[in-house]
């Protein structure tokens, strides 16, 4: 079967990131990729704005079936009006001429009805799955204090705002778990100088580690996570966050927030702070809700590291490339 894709495997983001998993999984079971929308491919697996609705069409008229992966959609607390305005109408009207869309999450179904006016396109949901080779219990672990507890938010931040505001209220929880001199903060991943200087003006003693100027590559990210104790993430209406699922396969307890798809991923196997949810500006977390959380899991350690070792067999790559191609095979079959 040839299969395309819309954008080259390499490069920043979860994007790029799963078009990388997915395509060595096509290849290994004998599949033809391509990276291009010239080539005639059997399906053509699109995502955000990749591809413009002027080539979809295009496609479909020489019988090749679109299959739309839906992440999640713009909001004007990211980026202006008009520009949101442009992006979800590609989105939108890509999503309208593809011939089977799977979703993130129920969270990412409930996010892409916000482009038709709350009415939901029928569709498949299939999570992200981390590679069980690579996000494993075993393996390598950093230096580190002996007597520390630490506590670890690495990403790479996405759009300006998103960083800035993800970072921010990592520091206001750093601040209330200030007394405690066990715990201390690791924040790494590329963002912005600006942002790195947040941190570094914060002057916070417990923020011990932290580097938003060099990208982590995707081989060591498991290295800091197996490091860490607790994994924060504080990232709003996420589609599926990769980060938590690849801690999951590690074995290491989560805190996020009670928000987006966060909340059908870990289910009781994570705490999550609360936070007021909201599409019109970014959600307010409540502070004091995340840093009791966090202790909450500290306190109940070993009990929440089982929960998620258990749960994290919900989300392998192998079980979602599988499910994947349940549906490309329905999608050429029938």
């Given amino acids: 079967m040839k299969i395309g894709f819309p954008v080259e495997p390499e490069g920043k983001g979860g994007t790029r990131t799963w078009v990388k998993a997915f395509s060595n999984y096509c290849v290994s079971k004998g ?7 010239d080539e005639e491919v059997d399906v053509f697996i699109t995502l955000a704005f990749y591809t413009t609705p002027e080539e979809l069409k295009r496609m479909k008229q020489r019988n090749t079936k679109i299959l739309y992966r839906m992440d999640g959609i713009y909001y004007n607390y990211l980026i202006d009006n008009r520009t949101t305005i442009r992006l979800n109408g590609l ?13 993130q999450s129920d969270f990412s179904k409930n996010m892409a009805s916000q482009l038709f006016n709350g009415q939901e396109l029928p569709g498949v949901i299939i999570y992200n799955g981390a590679d069980t080779n690579v996000f494993k219990e075993k393996g390598k672990i950093l230096p580190k204090p002996k007597d520390k507890k630490i506590i670890l938010s690495i990403a790479y931040w996405g759009p300006e705002l998103m960083a800035e505001y993800s970072i921010r209220n990592i520091i206001n929880i750093a601040k209330e778990l200030s007394d405690r001199k066990d715990i201390e903060f690791w924040v790494l991943g590329e963002a912005y100088p600006f942002v790195e200087e947040r941190i570094k003006k914060a002057g916070l003693d417990n923020i011990t580690r932290y580097n938003l100027r060099t990208p982590i590559p995707r081989g060591r990210m498991p290295d800091y996570i197996r490091t860490s104790d607790i994994i924060l993430h504080t990232r709003p209406n996420d589609a599926c966050s990769n980060l938590i699922i690849e801690a999951m396969n590690v074995g290491k307890p989560i805190v996020g927030l009670d928000l987006g798809s966060t909340p059908e991923l870990l289910g009781d196997a994570g705490l999550r702070g609360e936070c007021e949810p909201s599409f019109e500006h970014f959600p307010i977390i409540n502070i004091e809700s995340m840093a009791s959380q966090l202790l909450k899991t500290f306190d109940n350690y070993e009990y929440y590291k089982e929960k998620i070792k258990e749960r994290s067999k919900r989300f392998t790559l192998e079980q979602m490339c599988k499910k994947y191609f349940i549906e490309i095979n329905n999608l050429v079959n029938n």
């Avoid at 599949?31 to 929308?37: C, D, E, L, P, S």
């Fill in 91 to 103: 989105i939108a009207d890509s999503m309208k001429l593809a011939d089977r869309i799977i979703y």
């Fill in 31 to 37: 599949h033809q990729v391509y990276f291009t929308k």
